[in-house]
């Protein structure tokens, strides 16, 4: 593990007491390797009538060699499975990936104050 990020057990604590904080809630459906697993996070946004959208963001390498939170998926709402579908390849794909679920208003501004925060020295990237 190296010196600079945080433990990825440490960062999922952290990631759903700031849904928390914000109003949300959050929930781990996955458990990855606890110091060095990576994070995808699912956002759900309530469309209203029973309607639920889900996103799944993950921090990818950006063009100038850093990295940042992208979305990685979307649901569609004509066809949900495929979107469990996705999440079930990729924890396959990476047994130490955590996957969170948090449930927020404003899924967008949620990741961008993410993304900036990462910015800035001492936040959790």
Known sequence: MSTGRLPAAL????????AEANGGFGMVLHRGEPDSGTVLIVILDNQ???QTIAC????LPKADG???WALAK????ENKAEFESYLARRTAQD???WVIE????ERERFILNLAAGENKTGFMG
């Open 11 to 18: 960062e999922v604590s952290a990631l759903i007491r700031l």
């Open 48 to 50: 209203g009538f029973g």
């Open 56 to 59: 799944a963001f993950e921090r």
């Open 66 to 68: 850093t990295r940042g």
């Open 74 to 77: 979307a649901q569609d709402a």
């Open 95 to 97: 047994p130490d990936l």
């Open 102 to 105: 948090l449930t927020i208003a």
